[in-house]
């Protein structure tokens, strides 16, 4: 696409799950990256298409074996930017290391997302493994903090639930649109999010032809949705957030009822929408009365959007869909780099 | 199990859709029931075997063929009962004349759900083609209109979305736990519910990993569910009821959401919830903190119950599954047909 | 549905699997089984409907606790017959103490299926752990080894890959219409059949939107229906057999090919399995171009075999579809214990 | 990826499909194709976005509207090519006049793909609508012919069964490895594979859970598999074909199984693969014992091929595995097109 494009170099650590292998799609096709680690402690030693066959044949894959996740062997690498993508806990001591060797990290963890060590302490059940860091990390979500995004050394990126709720709703707490104190939210996850972890209740036999919720009534993610509705709406915000895991591989819908002020019309909505997303090239906005759906969106970085007002009630439906995986993870963060390295928005996500 | 049961002849009308499958399925297997008629304009003429190879080689199957729903042929069989399995509208034509024939009717169909026809004609936009009759018809959920099911003579059976809705409120609404006017519902339907009619949207590939919101904000079950929450809440109720459809073929679930009133406790939700199910055959309760799953009820006449209380935010999440068809269509209506003919009400049913 | 029924002390060894988990469900339901014994080495302790919530609520499963598969243990409470539905390997050391207690043994795993302990050797890649009871051991096939199921102490009940290969073949292979030596078999099973365990492969997210064969060439199940086949034939058989792992829960299909003898018709073949299995309840027959579908078959015991005969081969297309955890395991283990108890042999499976 | 690259004016015919839909998205993408007609009678009139919500946002997307079929319209478009992706027999329809316009036409229809009318006759139950087309059409496997396609004014692009059937078939009977009377294959496709028609029995409740065959025994597909065939053979092949549906949105497994020549090694299967395919950018070979997965491969225009000998038969396995919309039909038509018009061979497809 472009004639002389800079290349950075970059390590996927912890790129063997699910969110790692989006990353490593991704990173493949991105004109401005050079993959130069992928790390993973199980598949160490392993070349990337016998790890993961469907790499086979890629342009660049050929020499890429998976190492450990050793900081001190990715630094020597020359890699510029590390993407983590490790359970929580786990990211924040690889992280550590890295940026005392002044790589930018890109955690798509919820290591660095919540601001307030008491409140991770209390969503996560354990201290905070760096509190020195969490005032610098920027809450990776770019099209409510970019300009912070592109001056940013680490990057904490938001997975998928946050980004589905909270896309929705900044714009309406922002204006004042909605009451926040009547929020409630239902989430429908794939099951990929769960991550690929040998696991009985995530089998093919058991997730077929199910539906169930779960972590009900307080989900982790709660934590960090709570604090960017907060900032948006300038006001603490608690909501109900309900978690559901669906036979799809793939893919996050989420609904969301809220309460409109008095004399909100369905076009305030409509505008304030339009106004925060217009220009954001990842935000489809359906307009009133569209429904997204999460097959129209699955394999790329958008995030759908539709809505409706309930006149009967006066509340406004918000409706979201993403690829969990992408625009919910991989997509997202690879979105940040874009931002944080110059690249445009878009560079290797269309 | 018994030794001498009266046997009633029962006729199937529209028995060719899922829900006229189910209904077939089960009465064949009650022993209480000698099936004399099924119809099917379509399918008229052939035999039950050919249509549904799923029942080759049952018991009772081989003599059954699909007849066309012609009321004076209905009632020449001898048929005591009818179930209606047709779509709204086209049920009410049949149901008159079965009922001037003597049978009882069970309307698996909206058409006598609304006892206002006025509130019929906004929702379903024609006027109710037999108003005459709605006074006399029994909403036929046996767990809140069980007495009245036993003496009726016109039974319009509830669907699979006002069930799962239904059933978990009314406790709480009876027993003025929580705010009438802060409920909230998000509901998630496998595609049977849909019906077996050839249309592109609900194809394999448009529905497999897909999942989205329809009818926003306004499904024509919010009729009947507002009906039976007011009489439960003696108040009017509104509610948000978001419906979404989901690659599973069976089951549903509902998520539901609304603020405790002041001082309402964990233990009074699960003690309104225990009292009005605690005898209720049909009815599991699940416990505080329980999630119910649709693979542990699909199949069967039971509906799953669990529950939160979010202390964060002074609500009480309900969560509820059923299969759709059996205890949200086929299984309720012969639940009833036991009540009305005095067989016990799980006969035919475990 | 009879009168007056022996009731036969039942115990289910290994019955938190999905092969374990059908024959509580059937057996629960058997008018002439009380169930006296689960055993779970993992769940032992645990109540029946807390490990299996679809229990929850059914007649007699209130006081079914798991125990521990101790062979003395459920001698003591009494069963006359124990199910085995364990790892093969495993399955031989509890059958020999159960049957030297007494009990009837009805083996659901490979262990006894083999009679001769060096192909045992060979496709299981060990020695037999109790060849003494090889020629005493019945296949419990109830369609080919009727008469000796009756009389049986040791019933090696075949799984689903060979059920569904064997059955559809034998009254040809009998018959002489088809050439032994060019016989293929290409399988597709559900991923049930895998067992529930916690396995990376089997996880949703990998076996959704997937197929793909395993164990090719020499998959271990080979052994027995070459032993069958070769039975049938009145000569050694050999053949070529595939599997596959394809997404649906429950359900294999198989479609076997060969070549027919000179001048052997259509109606030959037609005769041939109208012969052996016109009498036999299980076996449906779609007759010549009739297509099996795995969603009419799964839950029941049936299995529903079609034909084709190809002129511009010479070849014959047997299709098969059963539900691989009823008819290729639970099922056909309870069709054998009603003909060895006298029951009749539907009973407790329609 | 070229610096100066001519832009080719294309049109697609039938464009609203589900190969059409993924031609679309391909051509969208493709740096030396300027898409100016789609063509849909059904959506005429209507924004490409409107009808497919997942191009929404695209770039290049927004000016493009469906228009009617009219083969002097879409000539006037200055269109250098036209893909067709019609039903047969409408196909030769349109193909005529637009190669008389002096276009190139690609049909992925089974229209010009078989060289003897009779044949066509015989198989598609019509009379070859324009019989003096069938010398100059190329059967459109790059694999195959890539050297005719340079040439070609009309590529017959040949579908999913058929590339998945010869493509593993044609090296090993072109060095005389196998027997040719001895094939048999068996192939299972996802629901995609039968069009976006409105049909009962591709609704996802009747395809979900469910595994049938279909077409048996003389799928319409045998004419051209045979066809190429008896030409890599040189001499008559017959084999016998089964295709299976099962539930997967996108993907076709093909399994294949012949008697290997007396003496033939593995070693010499896997010479002739690598030999015929070793410089084949989207055949990938897995080796022998490797097991090809469609989901490695959905998305993408790589066919996956792997291999076993079976030493006790004398037989090999073939498996291979493909995207059945992609390198079934819209990438390897796209892959013609490159070859036709001096593209690199992966251009617009990795």
């Known amino acids: 696409m472009v004639g002389v494009m800079t290349t950075i170099k970059t390590a996927v650590v912890g790129a063997s799950g699910y969110s790692g292998e989006q990353l490593v799609r991704l990173l493949l096709r991105h004109p401005g990256v ?55 806990g786990v990211a924040a001591e690889v992280a550590v290391p ?52 592109r001056e940013a050394r680490l990057i904490a990126s938001p997975g998928c639930y946050p980004t589905s709720v909270i896309l929705p709703l900044v714009p309406l707490l922002r204006a004042g649109l909605i009451d926040p104190a009547t929020i409630t939210t239902c989430s429908m996850s794939g099951v990929s999010g769960a991550g690929r972890k040998a696991s009985v209740p995530l089998l093919f036999a058991e997730c077929n032809e199910s539906v169930r919720a779960y972590s009900v009534p307080k989900h982790r993610h709660l934590s960090e949705i709570e604090q960017e509705l907060t900032r948006a709406a300038g006001a603490p915000v608690r909501l109900t957030f309900t978690t559901h895991l669906i036979p799809v591989t793939a893919g996050i819908h989420t609904t969301t009822v809220a309460a409109l002020r008095p004399g909100v019309t369905a076009a305030a909505v409509a505008g304030a929408l339009a106004e925060a997303y217009g220009a954001a090239p990842f935000v489809r906005l359906l307009g009133e009365g569209g429904c997204p759906d999460t097959k129209h969106v699955v394999g790329t970085n958008f995030i759908d959007i539709g809505w409706a007002v309930d006149a009967r009630t006066g509340r406004v439906i918000l409706l979201s869909a993403e690829d969990n995986l992408i625009k919910g993870a991989a997509g997202q963060a690879v979105q940040s780099f874009n931002r944080r390295f110059g690249f445009g928005e878009t560079t290797g996500l269309v």
């Open 34 to 88: 050079e993959v130069v680690a992928l790390t993973s402690r199980q598949e160490a030693g392993r070349g990337l298409a016998e790890v993961m066959p469907r790499f086979r044949g890629w342009p660049g894959v050929d020499g890429l074996t998976f190492m450990l996740p050793d900081p001190a062997a990715i630094a020597a690498t020359g890699a510029a930017v590390a993407f983590l993508a490790l359970p929580h």
């Open 98 to 149: 890295l940026l005392e060797a002044g790589l930018v990290v890109i955690d798509l963890s919820a290591d660095f997302r919540i601001e307030d060590p008491a409140v991770y302490a209390e969503f996560y059940d354990h201290e905070h493994p760096a509190p020195g860091l969490l005032a610098e990390a920027v809450y990776g979500l770019p099209e409510v903090h970019g300009a912070r995004i």
